[in-house]
Every structure is written in C-alpha cells, then in structure tokens.
C-alpha cells in the first residue's frame, strides 16, 4: 500500500476511535450507568458459570477483587482448567482465557451480570483439535488472513470500569501483589499505561470513555526485559505495551480488524504488533513454512504467528464435518508456532544453570545436549565467562541475566575468535556413532523413559507412537503380581513387529534398564537402547510439585496412580520414587536424550520428535501432524484401570505444617559462604556439615507443630485448609541471614507473600498471608542442619529468634544473604 494511501486509512480508521465519538456524546457516556451495560446473554453466561463452578470447583473457579480505581466496586475473575480447553466438546459454556465480570444490582431489585474485561477465546496450534488442520481451515474459514507477531511478553487487559475509570489486569487478576518489593504484573502493566498516557497528552478518563463507548478490552502484551524475562529480548524502544487486540466485552469471540487495532495504538501510544495479511490459507501454510525453516521474520527471531480470520458461510465452506465451534462469521483465531531457536536457546539457559550449579567443567553437561555446534560453542564461552567473573551470573537463577548472556555470545559469535571456536566444533554424528556397537550395526531400537510419575512420559509416548508407528507397551497395563517379566516379554514380542518399541515404564532403577539390556542381548544385529531422560537435576521440593499437580490434573486417568486430592496419598508414592531413583549413567545406554520435566507436552513432545529424526533417522513429521499427536495425546484414556485397594490404611496425620522449601541449600548456601566477606567460622561449620552429610535434603519452613496444639489451633486450621487445596498456591520468601553457632546453622525467613496472585484464586493464600502473627513471622527459618543427631533440629528456632534479640555475639554469628527468594506450598509433613 503506497504511503499517502496508508495514511488515509489509518486516518479514517483513527476517526473511528477517537474522543469525538459521534455515536454518543461524552456527556450521554457519564449518565450511562453498568446496567446499560447488561444483557441477557451475557448475563446468562456468568449464570452458567457460577453454577458450573459450585458444581465441578475444579473446573471453573473464580475470585472477587477490589477495583484499585474504586475500591467499593467488586470484580470477580473467572480461571477454567488449562488442560480442559482441548476437550471436544467442550465442558465450557465460553472458550475465553481471562474474564472478568460484575454483578450489578437492577433497578427491580434483580441482580445482573456485566462483562467488565474479556480475553481471547483459546487457540490451538495447527492440528491440535479437529478444526485446525489445514484442510478445516482451508474449508471453514475465509479471507483476510492476518498473521500477527506471537508477543513474547505477559497479557494485559484495558477495559471501562465506568465511563471515568479504567480496569488493568493481567490474565486472571488485578491489583497489587502482595509482598515487599514485589509487583504484580496487573501494576506492571497500569504503570506502563500511565507512562503511555502522559507521553500522549491524554488522561484515564479519556481512554476509558473510548472504551466504554465501544464496549471494548484493550488486549496488550507486556514486554518488559527489566521486570520479567522471556525468550525474545526488546529492545528500549520495543519496552512497554504491545496492543495486539481489541474485544467486544461480550459472551460471543467478536474482535477488530487490525487496521483498527494498530490506528488505535497509534491514536493511544501503544506498540504496534508487526503483522501481514495473506489472501488464501495455502499462502498462510508456504509462508509460515518458510519463516519456520528460518527461524526469523524481517530479519528478527520469532515464537510463531497467530492467524486472525472468520468462520465462513456454510454456502461458502467445502466441508462441514471439521468445522470450528463457532457461528459463521464468527471471529476464530488459530496459532503457528515454531520450534527453533527456542529449544537451542532454552538448552543454553540451562547448561549455564547446570555449569553454576555442578561447577563450570564440560563434563557436567549433558551429551545429549551437545549436538548443536553453536551449543559446543556456547558451553566453551560459558565456562570461560563463568571462571572469569561468576558475579555477573548472580541473578541468573532467578531468571534475569539470561538473555544479555546469549546477545554477547551470539556478539562474541560474530567476531574472528567466535569463528574459529564454531570451525573448531563439528556437529556430533550420533547417528554414525551410535550405529555401531562392538563393530556391528544397530538393527531394532528401544526407546527408554527414565523418569518419575507426573513427567509426561506416557503422553510422549502415544504421541511418538501415532506420529512414527512405534510399537507401544506400558508397564501398567500389567496387572499381576509380579509384571516386571510379564512387561518385558511385551517389549520383546513387539520388537517382532516393530523397528522401534517404546518400553513404556519409569525405569527408574538401575536393575530396570539392565532387565531391557539382558532380554536383547542375543539380537543380531545389537538392539540399541535410546533413554528420553528426565534428569531429577531440579531441588526435589521442585520436582515434587511440578508432578504431584500433573497427577493431580490427570485425575482419574491412570491405570494406577491416581490422584488422591484428600488424603494426598499420591504425594507420598512421588517421594518414595524421588527417594529410590537411581542416576542414569552413560554406559547403560547407547544414547540418551535429555528431557526437561518443566516442559508442557507441546515442547517436550518437540525435543523428543527432533532426537528421532536424529538419532533414529525417521522423517520429520509436519506441523499438522504433530498438533493431531497432541491431541492424541490430551485425549489418551488408558484401556483398562486396577481397582482401588479396599484394605488400603489411611495416611498418617500431619505432625506439623510446613512450607516445602524448593532450594538446594548446599548449593546457594555454598556458594555464599565461598565469597572473600564470609567468615572464616562460617566456611568452616558448613563444610563440617557438608563433609558429615548433614544439610538438610528436604528444607522447609515450620509453621507450626501438632505439639503447639491447641493454643495454636486457628493456624493449624488455616494450614490445613491450604494443605487441603488440590493444587494449593505457591508461596516466596527472602533467606535473609544465614545464623550458626557450634551447634546448628538456620537461614532466616522475611518477607512472606503469595508468588503468583493468578493462582490464588480463591485468596486464601493472601488471606493465610495477611493473617500470620508477628509471633509467628518471627520465628520463620529453614533448618540448614545440625552437628550431629543428638542435636534437636528444634535447637535452629530457638537460636533464630536468640539472634533477633541480641544480634550477633561471641557464640551466634551471621551472614547476610544476597537476594536470595524461594517458593514452596505449606503441606502437612511428618
């Protein structure tokens, strides 16, 4: 479109959402009240979802919020259950993330609903749910279609509280967070909004008499490198709000073009979104194709494309057995994400996690993770960087530093010494060095989870097997009392017909992969055992919850282990498989791919599909593909389930309350008490402690004991109601001071608050927060450890609180800690 023709579309587009709103004056907008905001369908909604969420709570949950801009108004957030969103059909009466209604009182008495804020309805990756392949898509949706940039950043909602007063929220909440220092995104994003304003001469109430006149929610992305890192770093000018979107506020997806949209940004002050408008969906398919091969768009690395259109006339469409679950002309929105350099750039972050954690030496990187000759490059930078000034990788565990470090590599890259570092890698040919094995090649292949329950494994696995045609056993299928044989004559009976099976159990010990290795050890040519393993490289308070919520989510869905969200039996059988697990070695295996169980199924599945096409040498499948293996996956119900065990003896009851701690004390504590302003006293305690085995492997924070009972039995309750939760929010706290004398090390705990305010939904996280004593707040620490066993643990609260009094002495030293935060969930331990 040539300049002067641009120019007077975005003029023309400009006077349609400007100030002089010729459809309603600024002075009808005043008078209008939240009734005329009301209608029956969207009440109607709001209906549906208070009693689907008293009926199924964990389904649909919702939380009621103060409005910062007039605290006597309450806005409540409705949250659905993630993993729902892919059920066909939907148990949903709306597919919308983030929505935020209120309920308004009529003039009659009768109490409506009006819907203050709404997101995006969900949207799948090609192939992910029936409606987005892209023969559907080609059938059921029509012209334009806008590709806009996929934002790397957090969503942020612009909506009319009123016709003065603005609402800014995050996806799920609104308001400050709680805690010292700490902000919520939703404040984030109001500060950023503030800042745009000014710069444009215009005020709040402005905006929000646009918005309530339109009946619309700004939907922006905040990307702010300085308050929270992504994958894709911006630029100071790319810094702030990116506006993306504008909804109608009701029950129905309706959105506005994106010339609309960016003359709106550009009326307002917002970032635009980069986007292109293609005329056929087989164009969307060769373009996006081609940016995927690349990895780059106008120059710049990208997450992938959202694809904005409608629904087509059924006149109009080919075929109606895939059509979307929307009206024709519906807006419909579907996603196109792009695997590289995302999984190369996450496997950077975490080698240099590990080179910090394990000591900056090559040999503490996973082979696996050595593939790329960028990555052998990076590592050797890395470590150089590392032993050169570790100071700078202070905060890098906390998530900030991460992406400055891969900027100066990839400069450092550019430069005659990079050059010949990457001329002095090669790729490693796994698959010619793992096609032989004693001088003879490689025939069948079995694939080897190593893991713990709650990783995904079995979801990889259904998914690698629909996507190649592997063969597929589970272990718990097996329902006789001794199945460990049973399941390995499966394995070896479907080698029979497969060339590659799946050997579908956790694998978690020694004897289990040794039990594979010995059933084909008369194969010729040699079977090779490829392992997808999920290191446990984590602090186990960390992976505990990460699997414990997947088991949780999983439900009833499991042939054995199922959720128990009462008596929290399921926890217990994570802990023994944390405890019992025993560390792949290199030799048990002839190759081992390293999985990553912080990775949602779509990223895991992709690590696994990339070591296939690698290693195994099958075709790389499509994207469509790939999205209908997901699906597959999400869907999978096992064939069968063993019975509950009738006899099964409840737990044993809690003997206190405590906050899980997931850190690794030995190694943040460590490398604190080897800075040059430690005492020489401190050094030498912790490495007695050290030596002598004595740090605690499971840290937590008491908040109070069975023995304080019944003085305390208010906390206890208020413990146990969080206890209680299915997926109880997440708290963070400060380590402030590290505290000894020749008896016992403590960390003292400050600065108690809810991590993640979107979670609470119910705020009783806040309210459990808000309500500690100072008593209580006093006496915080986590137990570091003990001389020996005839030290009490108990011996580290009284010393804390000593220290409090009279501060340091000649028997109680301290530390400072530097910036130290962790994050558990109270549970009820023993």
């Known amino acids: 479109m040539a300049a002067a023709a641009l120019e007077d579309e975005l003029s023309g587009r400009l006077k349609n959402v400007s100030l002089n709103d010729e459809k309603q004056s600024p002075e009808a907008l005043k008078k209008s009240t939240p009734q005329d905001r009301t209608n029956e369908e969207d009440s109607s909604l709001v209906e549906e979802l208070y009693k689907l969420s008293k009926k199924s709570p964990k389904l649909v949950r919702s939380s009621v919020y103060s409005a910062p801009a007039d605290p006597s108004m309450s806005i409540r957030s409705w949250k659905m259950n993630e993993f729902k969103y892919h059920d066909v059909p939907s148990p949903f009466p709306t597919l919308a993330r983030g929505l935020f209604t209120r309920d308004v009182e009529t003039e009659s008495g009768e109490t409506k609903h009006r819907i203050v804020a709404r997101g995006y309805d969900k949207f799948f990756n090609i192939g992910e749910v029936p409606w987005t392949t892209w023969a559907s898509l080609e059938a059921n949706t029509r012209a334009p279609y806008t590709l806009t940039l996929k934002s790397n950043g957090c969503i942020i909602f612009i909506a009319a509280l009123t016709p003065e007063k603005l609402l800014v929220t995050s996806k799920h909440s609104l308001g400050p967070a709680s805690g010292e220092g700490v902000r919520s995104h939703a404040q984030v994003g109001e500060e950023w909004l503030r800042k745009l304003l000014a710069k444009k001469g215009r005020t709040e109430a402005q905006l929000a008499s646009v918005l309530w006149g339109k009946n619309w929610t700004a939907v922006a992305e905040l990307c702010d490198d300085s308050f929270e890192e992504h994958v894709l770093p911006y630029a100071p000018d790319q810094t702030g709000l990116h506006l993306h979107g504008l909804n109608e506020c009701t029950k129905a997806f309706k959105t506005m073009d994106q010339s609309t949209v960016d003359a709106f940004a550009e009326e307002w002050g917002f970032i635009k979104t980069p986007s292109t408008v293609l005329k056929t969906v087989p164009e969307v398919k060769a ?10 768009w106008n120059g710049e690395a990208l997450e992938g494309f959202v694809v904005r259109t409608h629904v087509a006339d059924p006149a109009a469409a080919q075929s109606s057995a895939r059509a ?16 590289e350099p995302y999984m190369m750039y996450r496997d950077w972050r975490e080698v240099t996690k590990t080179l910090l954690s394990k000591g900056p030496s090559e040999a503490n990187v996973p082979k696996s993770k050595l593939r790329r000759p960028e990555t052998k490059a990076y590592v050797r930078w890395v470590i150089d960087e590392i032993k050169r000034d570790r100071a700078q990788f202070a905060e890098f565990g906390k998530g900030k530093g991460i992406i400055r470090t891969r900027e100066r590599f990839l400069e450092w890259l550019e430069t005659e010494q990079g050059s010949k570092a990457m001329q002095g890698t090669s790729e490693i040919s796994e698959e010619e060095g793992l096609q032989r094995r004693d001088g003879k090649k490689f025939g ?24 190649f045609g592997f063969g597929h056993t589970q272990s ?12 390995i004559k499966n394995v070896v009976e479907l080698l029979k017909k497969h060339d590659v099976v799946i050997a579908d159990k956790n694998n978690h010990l020694k004897l289990h992969r040794q039990q594979l290795r010995d059933a084909v050890k008369d194969f010729d040519p040699p079977v090779r055992l490829m392992a997808l393993n999920w290191s446990l490289d984590k602090p186990m308070a960390a992976i505990h919850r990460i ?23 399921h926890e217990d059988v994570l802990w023994l498989f944390l405890r019992g697990t025993q560390e792949l070695t290199d030799a048990e295996v002839d190759v081992s791919v390293e999985m990553d169980l912080e990775e949602n199924l779509e990223d895991a599945l992709a690590r696994a599909v990339d070591a296939c096409v690698r290693i195994l040498g099958v075709p790389r499948p499509s994207a469509e593909r790939v999205g209908e293996a997901l699906a597959i996956a999400r869907g999978y119900a096992p064939k069968t389930k063993k019975p509950d065990d009738p006899k099964k003896k409840a737990p044993p009851k809690a003997r206190y309350f405590g906050i899980l701690a997931e850190v690794d004390l030995q190694d943040v504590l460590g490398r604190r008490v080897a800075e040059p302003d430690a005492s020489a006293e401190s050094k030498a305690f912790f490495k007695k402690l050290e030596g002598g085995k004595r740090i ?12 304080s009972l019944p003085a305390e039995q208010e906390l206890w309750d208020r413990c146990m109601g969080l206890h209680s939760l299915a997926v109880p929010p997440l708290l963070r706290f400060r380590l402030s001071r590290l505290v000894w004398n020749d008896r016992v090390m403590a960390a003292v705990v400050s600065d108690l608050a809810v991590c993640n305010e979107e979670e609470d939904v119910d705020g009783k996280a806040q309210d459990f927060v808000l309500k500690l004593s100072q008593e209580v707040k006093e006496r915080l620490h986590i137990t570091v450890g003990t001389k020996d066993d005839s030290v009490p643990p108990v011996e580290a609260k009284d010393l804390v609180l000593e220290w409090k009094k009279q501060g340091d002495t000649s028997e109680i030293q301290s530390v400072e800690l530097k910036d130290v935060w962790v994050k558990g969930r109270v549970k009820g331990l023993m």
């Open 287 to 296: 373009f996006t194709e081609a940016v995927g091969k690349s990895g780059k």
């Open 324 to 339: 979307p679950p929307y009206a024709p002309g519906s807006s419909f929105f579907f996603k196109v994400k792009f695997d």
């Open 444 to 467: 069948k292949t079995i694939i080897v989870p190593v893991a713990i329950p709650g990783v995904g494994k079995t979801s990889v696995a259904v998914a690698l097997s629909h996507l």
């Open 476 to 487: 718990d299928d097996v329902h006789v009392k001794k199945s460990a044989p049973v399941f």
């Open 547 to 569: 699997c414990s919520d997947r088991v949780t989510q999983r439900g009833e869905n499991h042939q054995t282990l199922r959720a128990d969200t009462l008596a929290k039996t």
């Open 696 to 707: 605690a492997k499971r840290p937590h924070v008491t908040i109070v004991h069975s023995k």
